[in-house]
């Protein structure tokens, strides 16, 4: 008999202790520190501006769409980077927003443009016109997205790294400094460069996400404030990146504006 209660005592402590919230919630965001959150991303990506919101960049071989630059891929398109701009639909999908009716309309909501030049001879037609459009008007919906993405991305780091522990009291460490600049710093870092565990997101064996600024945060910790080392980390691991990427790339036109994107996390625009 005592054994039964013993047992039944157990069970009932694993089902309170998996009711109660976690051991290290992040922190919660107000719906101003929210707002101001998605005009700096948009910032950083648009510097603001509507037009942007439907881009493709020289050099590259896909559109990027919104605040957040996500990625489409046409069907069958193979590339090294996570493509985000579907589940971004998804998304929209879940928040009963009503997508613009021709991607709807998409077999299989694929990019309709195969090259470049269709795209850019695309800008000031009927379709990428509404999509600005719906894009700038749903700028609420997009940032909810990338902060969701960024507070999903906590399990995955951990089961990709040999330091787990660390890896985990860094990432509450960081989010918990300075509100909110630590949690825009890992909200913008997710969105800009992913989270490092995509193997197809490597050059020369070595990633460019979060799990990696985290990783060489840990490796060369100081006394300096946690947001100084942070942004430090992620201008190495930027700067490591350039140095792997294929050549015909030419990534170094792109380092200077990526550090500058870094200082906004040590002290908010």
């Known amino acids: 008999m ?11 402590s694993l089902l309170l202790s998996c009711s109660q919230a976690p051991r290290h919630p992040l922190p919660d965001l107000t719906p101003a520190q929210t707002e101001r959150i998605g005009d700096l991303i948009f910032a950083n990506e648009c510097n603001l501006k509507i037009p942007c919101l439907t881009s493709w960049n020289a050099g590259e ?110 990432f509450y460490e960081v989010a918990s400094s300075e509100p909110p ?14 989270e490092g565990v995509s193997l197809s997101e490597r050059y020369q064996g070595e990633g460019w996400g979060l799990l990696q600024v985290l990783e060489t945060l840990q490796q060369n910790r100081s006394n300096a404030p946690v947001m100084m080392q942070f942004a430090q980390a992620a201008r190495e691991v930027l700067a490591r990146r350039v140095r792997n990427a294929p050549p015909e790339r030419d990534e170094q036109r792109w380092l200077a504006g990526w550090n500058k994107r870094t200082e906004t996390y040590e002290n908010l625009p």
Not at 2 to 12: G, P, R, V, Y
Not at 181 to 194: C, H, P, Q, S
């Open 61 to 170: 071989d896909f559109p990027s769409l919104g605040i957040g630059h996500f990625i489409w891929y046409r069907q069958n398109q193979q590339e090294a980077f996570v493509e985000s701009f579907p589940a971004l639909l998804d998304y929209y999908d879940t928040r009963h927003v009503a997508i613009p009716a021709w991607i709807s309309s998409l077999p299989e909501r694929d990019s309709p443009w195969q090259t470049r030049e269709a795209f850019l001879a695309d800008t000031d037609g009927e379709r990428l016109r509404e999509l600005r459009e719906f894009l700038y008007s749903t700028r609420d919906v997009q940032v909810d997205f990338i902060i969701e993405r960024m507070q999903k991305s906590l399990p995955r780091l951990l089961t990709e790294t040999k330091n787990p522990k660390e890896i985990q009291s860094l």
């Open 181 to 194: 600049l630590g949690m825009y710093a890992l909200i913008d870092y997710v969105n800009f460069k992913g």
């Open 2 to 12: 005592i054994k039964h209660f013993s047992l039944a005592a157990c069970l009932l």
